[in-house]
């Protein structure tokens, strides 16, 4: 594929996803929760942590100029972070409303790190399509370059998530 057709898919892409994940939001609380929603925001914190570390073996192995494995592991990344999206917009197209509470002593730092980790979320996604679709076709520079962005942002968001779950789930009624 041309880069240019592939960057405007990856546009398009990062587009309809940001766009289906904020109307997913104003959607009305389902009148019944199926008992499986339950284990989607632990199954999110594992596919998360997963990510992360797979994230950090990565970058370990393309240290040792071991490719292969590098290229693997980034892959196998990206499948747990679309599986994580997937679960993550079940999960939340039922409507599942969790307030951290207002007397916590941790709240801001709770806030920050949910602000922060939303923000990151929503400009990550172009970021490691670019960086798997450069690495992909053998563009070694480019994908080097687009990576000193997306892999610390990536990293941080799957770190992040993990948190905010840690840090909400006490507070989860089903």
């Not at 292969?68 to 917009?89: D, E, R």
């Not at 951290?100 to 949910?114: G, S």
Request: proline share 6%.
């Amino acid at each position: 594929m041309k880069e240019s057709s592939a960057l405007k898919l990856i546009y398009i892409i990062s587009g309809v996803v940001f766009t289906l994940v904020v109307i997913l939001f104003s959607l009305p609380k389902a009148d019944t929760i199926p008992s499986f929603v339950q284990f989607l925001p632990p199954l999110n914190a594992v596919l998360n942590g997963s990510t992360f570390l797979l994230l950090l073996i990565a970058r370990y192995f393309i240290s040792k100029k071991n490719i292969p494995l590098h290229k693997t592991l980034n892959i196998s990344a990206f499948a747990l972070s679309t599986i994580f999206l997937l679960s993550y917009v079940a999960f939340h197209a039922f409507g599942v409303e969790t307030k951290f509470p207002a007397d916590n002593p941790i709240r801001p730092l709770y806030f920050f790190i949910l602000i922060t980790h939303i923000l990151c979320a929503a400009i990550v996604l172009p970021l490691v399509l670019i960086s798997l679709y450069h690495g992909l076709a053998g563009q070694i520079t480019k994908h080097k370059k687009i990576t000193k962005w997306s892999f610390p942002i990536w990293l941080y968001v799957t770190a992040t998530g993990v948190i905010v779950y840690l840090l909400i789930a006490p507070y989860y009624k089903f």
